[in-house]
């Protein structure tokens, strides 16, 4: 069956145009024009992935993709027309998968688009696999359930983006090792993803902020100067 992708984009001729292209790519496509719409599109349409872009009526990408996280897992990735690193970190804190600087290549949109529905399509595998032995990975009070993919914290589940697990199980697999940034993007992100290390950083901070007692002063997540992280459980 067809992948279907919302697109949400203001202007009419780039919005024609993606949409054009990704049909002749076999996508199943649907378009909203403003902030508002697009979130109604969204429930309604249940796409397997979302383009959005940040500048838009009515209400910008940012506060769209917060409220469509609240429900939704579907991959984000996000359109911004200034290479702003403020405009990528906000997006990845709202719940963004990915972003992209205008004007982008049509080749590179469409390698981005595979790469995010490739490892929604392993997630969702996951997910919904049958696993008869559970593999916990236990550190005192914090659990990984890696078939479930729920961590609990005292007990009680932590809620984490699919990113923030992903990671989260990749440190405590390799628990006191000193991993690079760049080694943590390569297996967590993936080899093909077009984002940089400073991905990593924002990640590891939302991380503390769930797992760690004093974020400031972590015990867990340990930074190695000029190397990148170590983990301790």
Not at 34 to 58: N, R, T, W
Not at 162 to 185: A, D, T
């Amino acid at each position: 069956m067809a992948e279907k992708i919302l697109i949400v984009e203001d202007e009419l001729t780039l919005q024609e145009t993606l949409a054009f292209n990704l049909k002749k790519q076999g996508y199943l496509v649907e378009c909203a024009n403003d902030g508002p719409s697009a979130i109604v599109k969204a429930k309604q349409y249940q796409p397997d992935m979302i383009m959005l872009d940040i500048m838009l009526p009515g209400m910008d990408g940012f506060e769209v993709c917060r409220i469509l996280r609240k429900d939704m897992l579907v991959p984000i990735l996000m359109l911004t027309a200034r290479d702003d690193e403020i405009d990528r970190v906000v997006g990845l804190e709202v719940g963004a998968d990915d972003y992209l600087t205008k004007p982008f290549s049509m080749r590179e949109l469409i390698a981005r688009i595979k790469a995010l529905l490739r490892r929604a399509k392993i997630m969702q595998e996951v997910n919904t696999g049958d696993f008869p032995n559970r593999k916990l990975y236990t550190f005192d009070n914090l659990v990984i359930d890696e078939n479930r993919r729920e961590v609990t914290l005292d007990g009680e589940p932590l809620n984490l983006k699919p990113k923030e697990y992903e990671l989260l199980l990749f440190l405590g697999q390799h628990k006191g090792q000193v991993l690079s940034r760049e080694l943590i993007l390569e297996k967590v992100w993936g080899w093909d993803y077009f984002g940089d290390s400073r991905t990593v950083d924002v990640h590891i901070r939302w991380l503390r902020e769930k797992i760690e007692s004093d974020p400031a002063k972590p015990k867990r997540i340990i930074t190695s100067r000029s190397a990148g992280y170590r983990f301790e459980g």
